[in-house]
């Protein structure tokens, strides 16, 4: 258990006593010590301060992972405003909605993403800086005490640390409240749509906690991880970032999306203590580098064989470890349901691996255990300071929809009370939307998501009906769904039979056209929500009586 009287007060305790201890890496480029994470961090104080911000309010923070997006983050806390991620893969007009719901004043912005924004688009930021330069460099400043803070950082910094910065300096704002807000972290990405989830310290401090608990006494200060999953959201904010800051261990930041090859190279150099990932990330690495190797007939031949049976499983776990760097603790898994024939294979060789289960709205985590009790199949048992529940009358056996209360859940929904009282119950249980069971011991088993999410492969949430939303508007499209199979999605179409017979269409005519469709709709959604292939559907979708398409009935849909 941690001493910290406040959230913010942890993150100061930690580069205090880490001072010169490496802290974050752009893999491949450039380190930041702790000591230069707190140079930083005062440096955007004054840029906050000077710029007008006050407490409470909204800056955004849009770029793929990196030291200074993480820098940003730290110190918009510590200011005392709260940090608003926007995934950096969101499509331009996405990005533009979200700013300006939120109400951010500031915008901090990533190199791959500037060049697509309109500034004009984003009339209530009164700056926009540069979250890829060294010193932020000013891109729009639209007040003259936005342009004075930038025109006289390096003067103002001078003059509040004449004597050089030291870290007896640091005096970071501690929170008032533990109901206090903030993270403000975006679960969709248009405005209509989208749900703004209302992170309080109590719950990042909770998720920390948690972390330290159950992880504090096999990561140490001075062990390594990588990360690969996005900031921007919860998963990867809380375990690839703000619990390995705190406790003193050097993250490395994949700064690109890399092939498993890359991914299985950066292990072995960087050695990571714990590796936290979306199952996809993983099946990748074992379909790739590991399943080859055993489909050799004298390999298939010595599993047959009791006597050779568990030497070769003992190889092929060493082979695995190999993978992740050989120095690791545990793989965490969470964010979606692991391939069962994957999961199989990694309980059935003895691989140290654990699935975990959460959520945006509890910051995220609902569920876990370690993996020397995990229960093949599930999520893992209720996390401290959470209380989980099936609604079912037979909640051993009768799926139902699982329940959480707790520490680590919101406050709710930004500007949309009605989304907030529809999602916490009077009682202050958390409506996850999916479908479980839970066994005798307390291990929740997944059974369905009822609230449809796909997962993208590098950790992306993606809402299947946002895309059907757009892909309905397209020329003869009359019913549609999106379907995820393996790391691709599809578009099934079932076309307008009027269209098709006024446009005079065959077969070849109306296939060109779904991809001319395709084609369209690839460039209004995130890079990571484009669809592979549109199948076309023979006959109308089955329906409920409120003529709603019966979704599950086409979730492996074989064409």
């Not at 006597?307 to 965490?332: H, S």
């Not at 609230?451 to 892909?471: F, R, S, T, V, W």
């Not at 995820?484 to 098709?500: F, I």
């Amino acid at each position: 258990m941690t001493n910290c009287p406040s959230f913010n007060a942890c993150i100061e305790n930690a580069i205090k006593t880490h001072w010169d201890r490496e802290a974050l890496t752009d893999y491949g480029a450039y380190t930041y010590q702790y000591k230069d994470v707190a140079r930083v961090i005062e440096k955007l104080h004054i840029i906050l301060e000077a710029s007008g911000v006050e407490r409470g309010d909204k800056v955004a923070i849009c770029g793929r992972n990196s030291v200074r997006w993480g820098v940003a983050f730290l110190a918009t806390l510590t200011y005392g405003a709260v940090a608003v991620p926007i995934l950096h893969e969101f499509h331009p007009e996405q990005i533009h909605d979200l700013v300006n719901h939120s109400g951010a004043k500031l915008l901090f912005v990533g190199d791959q993403v500037w060049p697509k924004l309109d500034p004009d688009k984003m009339p209530h930021l009164e700056g926009i800086f540069s979250n890829s330069t060294e010193e932020y460099t000013l891109l729009v400043g639209r007040t003259d005490k936005v342009r004075y803070a930038r025109e006289n950082l390096n003067r103002l910094f001078g003059e509040k640390f004449p004597m050089n910065f030291r870290k007896h300096h640091i005096n970071y704002y501690k929170e008032q409240s533990p109901d206090e807000l903030a993270v403000l972290n975006y679960t969709s990405g248009t405005t209509s749509n989208s749900k703004g989830v209302m992170i309080p310290y109590r719950a990042l401090w909770s998720n920390y906690e948690f972390a330290i608990q159950v992880m504090g006494d096999k990561v140490q200060p001075g062990d390594k991880v990588v990360s690969m999953l996005p900031m921007a959201h919860v998963f990867g904010m809380a375990f690839e970032f703000i619990f390995e800051f705190i406790n003193g261990t050097h993250v490395y930041y994949m700064t690109k999306i890399p092939s498993p090859a890359v991914l299985v190279k950066t292990f072995q150099e960087v050695k990571p203590r714990i590796v936290v990932a979306v199952p996809l990330i993983i099946e990748k690495i074992v379909r790739k580098a590991i399943f080859p190797k055993i489909q050799a007939p004298a390999i298939r031949l010595a599993l047959m064989t009791p006597i050779l049976r568990d030497r070769i499983k003992t190889q092929i776990r060493r082979k695995m470890q190999e993978a992740f760097g050989d120095n690791f603790y545990e793989v965490i898994m969470g964010g979606a349901a692991v391939n069962q024939d994957i999961e199989v294979f990694l309980h059935g060789i003895g691989f140290n691996y654990t699935v975990g289960y959460g959520a945006t709205e509890c910051a995220p985590i609902i569920t876990y255990q370690d993996w020397q009790t995990y229960k093949p199949g599930s999520c893992g048992k209720a996390a401290p300071r959470m209380e989980v529940r099936i609604d079912s009358a037979d909640p051993q056996n009768i799926p139902g929809e699982i329940l959480a209360r707790g520490m680590n859940v919101m406050l709710g929904y930004y500007k949309n009370d009605e989304a907030t009282a529809q999602t916490i119950d009077k009682n202050g249980w958390y409506h996850t939307g999916d479908l479980g069971v839970m066994d005798a011991e307390g291990n929740v088993f997944i059974k369905g998501r009822s609230k449809n999410m796909l997962l993208g492969a590098n950790g992306q949430n993606i809402y299947p009906e946002e895309i059907e939303d757009k892909l309905a508007s397209l020329p003869c499209v009359t019913e549609c769904l999106v379907i995820q199979k393996g790391e691709h999605l599809y578009g099934l179409v079932y076309a307008d039979p009027d269209e098709v017979k006024k446009q005079r269409l065959d077969s070849k005519g109306l296939a060109d056209l779904m991809e001319q469709n395709r084609q369209q709709l690839n460039q209004v959604v995130p890079s990571y929500a484009r669809v592979h292939a549109i199948h076309i559907m023979p006959d109308e979708f089955e329906k409920t009586p409120k003529k709603s398409i019966k979704r599950y009935k086409y979730l492996n849909y074989e064409f």
